[in-house]
C-alpha cells in the first residue's frame, strides 16, 4: 500500500477485555511511524485515544502504543523490517494480566506488565496501512492476513500461527494432527529443530520429551537445539499436545512420533584416531600402528602428543584398515 489503505469498520474494540493482533506483511521502505494498523479516533490532525503498531518507529526500530488514559504507553524493539518479506507479527494488548508487548515470527520481541485498561480507546477508525496522525506517512507494503482475537493469545498459540503460516485453516474444538514430528539430521553445532504442528481450540499447550524424559524448556510447538553435539546423536524426542474444549468440558491429547536425531559431526563419523600420546595405538577402532625405523635406527619420538620424524626414521601404519 503506497498512498492508499484499508478502512475497516469502526467499533471492532469496544467491550473487549484483551485483544490480540495477527499479520503477515511484506515491507517496502517507509518513513518513521508509517503504520501497519491504528484503531482510535482523530481530530483531523493528530491521533486521539488510539492504539496502533509500526514497523518502523525509527529506522532501527518496532513500536507498539496505546492511549492510557491520558498519554501514550509504549514498547517498542530493535529491528528493521523495510524490505522484508512475510514477517509474521502478533501485537497483545492484555490489561487483566498487565501485558502490553509484540512477537515477530513467533518469538517475543518487547512487553512490559503495567497495562490498565483498553476502555481509553475510542475505536472510531479501524485503519490497516494509515496513521491516525495525518501527518504521518502512509504504509508501503502488502499484508497477506489481518488478524483480531478477542482474547490474549499465548505464545505457544502465536508460535504455532507463525509456524503454520497465515492461509492455514482455523479450528476449535478437539486437537487435530496437522504435521507429525520428523527425524533430523545435522552437522556437529548445527541447529536442530522438532515441530509438531495441530489444531484446535486455544490455549493449546506442548510438553516435550527426550529419551522418555520430559524437558523443562520444551513447551512451545516446537523444540530447539540451538548446537547439537555428538552427545546429542542418537536421541529420541516426541511430543504431547493437549487442550480443553470449554463446550463439551473435555480433554484432548495428541502423542507425536518419536524423532531420532542424526548428528554428523567428528566424533559420529570419524572411524579411526591416532592420537600419538603414548603409542600410535588407534584410539577409536583397532587399527593400531608401530613406530618403526626401515633401517633399524632410532624410532620416531612422542613429544606432547605429536609424532616426530627426522627424516631418517618412518612411521608406519603395519595394520591393514578395513
Known amino acids: 500500500m503506497a498512498g ?57 526500530s518496532l513500536r507498539e502504543a496505546i492511549i492510557e488514559p491520558l498519554a501514550e504507553k509504549n514498547i517498542s524493539a530493535t529491528g528493521s523490517f523495510d524490505n522484508q518479506t512475510n514477517m509474521h507479527v502478533a501485537v497483545v494488548f492484555d490489561p487483566q494480566s498487565g501485558f502490553m508487548g509484540f512477537y515477530t515470527n513467533g518469538v517475543p520481541a518487547a512487553s512490559r506488565a503495567d497495562l490498565v485498561t483498553l476502555t481509553n480507546v475510542d475505536n472510531a477508525v479501524s485503519y490497516v496501512g494509515r496513521s491516525t496522525f495525518a501527518a504521518d506517512p502512509w504504509l508501503n507494503g502488502s499484508i497477506d492476513e489481518f488478524r483480531i482475537y478477542s482474547t490474549r493469545l499465548s505464545a505457544p498459540q502465536i508460535a504455532t500461527n507463525f509456524l503454520n503460516g497465515p492461509n492455514a485453516a482455523i479450528t476449535g474444538g478437539p486437537l487435530t494432527l496437522v504435521a507429525n514430528t520428523q527425524d533430523r539430521i545435522v552437522g556437529d553445532t548445527e541447529t536442530a529443530t522438532f515441530i509438531l504442528t495441530v489444531n484446535g481450540e486455544g490455549p493449546i499447550r506442548y510438553r516435550w520429551f527426550r529419551n522418555g524424559s520430559p524437558l523443562a524448556d520444551g513447551t512451545n510447538s516446537f523444540y530447539t537445539i540451538p548446537s547439537a553435539t555428538p552427545n546429542d546423536h542418537g536421541a529420541q524426542f516426541y511430543c504431547i499436545a493437549s487442550n480443553f474444549v470449554t463446550a463439551t468440558a473435555t480433554g484432548y491429547s495428541i502423542t507425536g512420533r518419536v524423532a531420532t536425531l542424526t548428528v554428523n559431526g567428528s566424533d559420529s563419523t570419524l572411524t579411526h584416531r591416532w592420537k600419538f600420546d603414548s603409542d600410535a595405538n588407534d584410539s577409536i577402532g583397532t587399527a593400531h600402528g608401530n613406530l618403526t625405523n626401515s633401517t633399524g635406527g632410532p624410532l620416531p619420538q612422542l613429544t606432547n602428543g605429536a609424532v616426530v620424524m627426522n627424516g631418517l626414521a618412518q612411521l608406519w601404519i603395519s595394520r591393514t584398515i578395513s
Open 4 to 60: 492508499n489503505y484499508v478502512n475497516l469498520p469502526p467499533r471492532l474494540l469496544d467491550g473487549l477485555s484483551a485483544v490480540t493482533f495477527e499479520f503477515w506483511a511484506s515491507y517496502g521502505v517507509n518513513a518513521n511511524f508509517a503504520r501497519t494498523f491504528d484503531f482510535g479516533n482523530s481530530n483531523l490532525t493528530a491521533g486521539i485515544r488510539y492504539l496502533f503498531f509500526t514497523h518502523r518507529a525509527t529506522a532501527t
